[in-house]
């Protein structure tokens, strides 16, 4: 009985602290998510601490992730020691005796997780009343990094399907066949034309 209460006030305070765009998966094309996104960066996680907020009357366990942005196409960002910071705030608590990967409290399997010392390109939502954010379509918006530098490729969490349906070709970008790796290069050509930087 006290499992399935836990589980209540839980998914009650998802409810009340996810914006909509976040607690409803919608698979989105890229314009989508840049539409959507506060912040597009990619960077190394540094750190991650857990935590709790207030919300609903009770508490909510947290992990605030401490990433170093090393190539910015949106939004603004701390600058500490002359490297530009972003937090990012997300539902969750770290595994026993890792400070690397994130148990999921969530019923939403595609619940992002970030791992300290992997570089991702992310694209983060706005910052809720308490604090809380993650990215856009929530594993959508979260691209892992493959290969050697210059040749990365990039793979979200959606394995690339659906980012660009109904999108019109760019003229110097090509679009790979759905749900394979995407090269980082283009993807970063591709946002930038999007966010008109």
């Known amino acids: 009985m006290f499992r399935f209460r836990h589980l209540m006030f839980f998914a009650a305070t998802l409810a009340v602290v996810l914006p909509l765009s976040a607690a409803t998966v919608v698979q989105m094309n890229l314009q989508e998510m840049v539409n959507r996104a506060d912040k597009i960066f990619r960077g190394t996680v540094l750190d991650a601490r857990e935590g709790t907020v207030t919300a609903g009357g009770g508490q909510l366990p947290v992990v605030t992730y401490r990433i170093r942005v090393d190539e910015s196409f949106k939004g603004s ?35 992002p997780r970030l791992e300290v010392g992997k570089e991702y390109l992310l694209l983060t939502t706005a910052q809720s009343s308490i604090g809380l954010s993650t990215t856009v379509g929530l594993g959508q918006g979260r691209f892992s990094l493959y290969g050697k530098p210059g040749q990365e490729v990039a793979v979200n969490d959606a394995k690339n399907y659906g980012l660009f349906n109904g999108m019109a070709p ?28």
Not at 187 to 192: P, T
């Open 77 to 111: 960002y701390s600058n500490v020691k002359g490297m530009q910071i972003a937090e990012i705030k997300m539902v969750g608590k770290l595994k026993p005796g890792s400070a690397s990967t994130v148990r999921s409290l969530s019923p939403l399997s595609d619940l």
């Open 170 to 197: 760019s003229p110097t970008t090509s679009i790979p066949p759905e749900g394979q790796p995407l090269p980082y290069s283009d993807l970063a050509s591709l946002i930038r034309d999007l966010v008109g930087a």
